[in-house]
């Protein structure tokens, strides 16, 4: 059987505003309500899919948060088999993706997956390198902006983006790792009452993070929200009066 | 004196003439009853059990009013003209022929002026069928309404009902001819048909053998009749009074089933023939094709593919495929004609199509059971999934942060109090429209500033309210309902209240109809708090606005909860003379919003409900303002004057604003 294991992660809720920590160093959580990443839905969606298509395993495994446990019954809801919640992390500190990526490699390991999906970046990972360090760790090929995905024997098929609306069918064998941009189809509704099935029936593994690796890690020295520029200055009036006072204003900076 | 003589001119060589007719007639009513055994022994057989035994007075009255009077049907002047002609002078006749029976066998009564009135009571019967005929004849063949379906069993059904009663006046016209006797006069039709005969010069002899001939094939005919009711239209004399006996009477139109289990608490979602319940079966063999339901739908007359009438006849002839052995009672409901995700998604739960039902066929159950599978099948389209999964997480459909509910509030000269917090005699349940759509906060803000003038002690829940869930549970997404009524009680509980008063009816129907309250307190619309504050002298109009203006009854407080008279009486107690669409009160055209149909696509559209309804309201003589009393109706018919070009001559009021106008 094809084993599929789905990294998600939950990230910051931008319909709620955002608010700094009195520390000035981090988000308040007090404030912060937390969404699964949209990427690693699709990625979900994505593995539910080769699951319905090919047949699969798919296990989703995600860093212990608030309101963890609902995404994960919500992906048995749609087909995921296996949930593993990453506990033992701090709750203030965000692991860097290094430390986790170490942490998930060593768990994934043991599941000896064919194929690894997850989102290609997240709102608060713009960098996108959790997939490929896990990918490095584990010692397989990474692609990273997909948006399809099919199996055929030992090999992977999928579609990656390139800027300029360009897309490249790519070949890739197996075992590997994938960084997923959407899914073939747009994640499904999963109904309120499967979900609440789920919560009764489906089990939740709760598999220890262990001592994180902080070596090389970066400090935040200050967090903060884009402070207000100065407003610009609207030049108005006719085309003439315009070109006066911009002439005047390229003067006063020296410019002519 | 007059006396009813059994058999007159039926000679009496071959037996009693009564052995005949007996045979005849128990034979043909045997015949017709093992068919109709036959066919409505599948409605139990394929259909789900549901118990509809309860209350029988209830639903002995309902058989009389509905089956009897026929109220439903003489809600239209020409058809129920029409059908009461017709069934009312077929009660009467057949109920002569029981008479003339009890007469015959057991008590001797029909003689004298008592067998005279008896005479005229069939003759005007008869008078009055054929009126019936004439209307059905001109209404069927020569003005042809859109709604009718032409079949071949409706002028079979006609033809032999016109036999039946020409061959019972002929007879009875020729026995007048021969005997004239002294009560002839009693029965005119009968006796002007008789004095045509004698004027033929036929003799005593001719007209005898005559009767008898004409007699046989009357006799022949009413068991052709009898035998073919269950293929021809009439069929409907027996399905369309049990569907009435069986009608739903422990809910309101306002409550929905919660989603059916099995033995073992799994539950149900109907997507297969047998799927559906006995009762549900039955409606599909009920229906008269009368398209009344078709006509009153909003949706069939924006365009969509939806048809009530043809949503019910789906269901007849999966059945049909199922009696003809064709398929088995798994049969898929959908993808057939009449039946298809398309059809169901058009649906506004308006309850026009309930309404007109003249056998009390219940369609909106049906809709939202077959929606509920294709919500848990996660066939939804983009806009609702995106509707859906916002109002799990955030309570709403709008995708807000629940934290900002209550930001319509920001600019009131008083703040509104926080009902989580302080005991209030009234909790407003604002409801996601009036709370976020931007368009809507003005309004939202003036409906506070009228309760604080009034003097009402209110407040608000502010992040604690969720939507009340009343278009989820009838879009099918029953888990997300329940979830949201959970949350909803448990703020509720949380404060300190008399009453609940919402602006919102569909908000209105569910904390009224459906919401588990652990203790009832009164739910009030706004129009009823305002008319209820006018009357006790709360609120009084210093600037009466003498606008002439009409009013749009939204379905869920109208046809659902039959608030017709308050928003009235506050519109003409600001001095505003009120002039009715033709469609008002029960039979509104619905906005075209409700049912969760404000979150899907709108998909191909001919003609808009609410367009069609301002169009409606534009024709009245010199009315200048559209009134309405539903957030939803706010933003559906703001739409609808700009699109149809009536932005300048039609305004779009709430109630409110009258209020905030005329004080």
Redesign the interface.
Known sequence: MTEIVVIARLVPDL???LEIAPSGKALDRSWLRL?INEFDNHAIEQAIIIKERSGAKVTVISPDAEGVEDMLYSSAAKGADRLIKLTGLDEEKKPTNKSLAQSLAGLIKEINPDLILTGVQANDDLTGDLGPQVADLLDMPYVGYISGVSLEGSTAKALKEYPGGLLAEMEISLPAALGIQASEE?P?????????QMMSTANIEEISAGELDTEGEFTIERMYLPEAAEKAEMLEGSEEEIAAQLTSVLEDLGLL | MPEYVEYWGIPHQWGSPSILVYSVMFLAAGILLVRFFLKARLWWKAGRSESRWDRIPTRIWYLIKYGIIQARVLRQSYPGVMHVAIAWSFFILFLGTALATIHSHFFRFLSGSVFSFYKLALDLATILFLVGAVLAIYRRYVTKPERLTYQPQFTWTLVLLVLIVLGGITTESLRLAVEQPVNAAWSPAGWLLARGFLATGASTEVLTNLHLYVWLVHLLIVATTILTLPVGSLFHVLTGPLNIFFAELERPTGTLPPTPTTADGAPIYVSKLNQLTWKQILNGDACTECGRCQDACPAHGAGYILNPKELILGIRSLMDRVKSGQAGYDLPLLDNPGLSQEALWACTTCGACITECPVLIEHIDTIVELRRDLVIEGSIDGELQDALTNLGRYGNSFGQSPRKRAQWTEGLEQPVKDATREKVEYLWYVGDYASYYPSLAELTRKTAAVFQKAGIDFGVMFKGENNAGNDVRRVGEEGLFEMLVEKNIKAMERCDYQAIVTTDPHTYNTLLNEYPFPEKRPILHYSELLAQLIEEGRIQFSNPLNFRVTYHDPCYLGRYNGIYEQPRKVIQATGCELVEMPRTRDRALCCGAGGGRIWMDEGNVKERASESRIREAAELDKVDYFIIACPKDYTMFQDAVKTTGFEESLKVLDLIDLVDKAI
């Open positions: 319909v709620e505003e969404i747009p499904r509704y999963v109904a309120i009452s499967k979900v609440r």
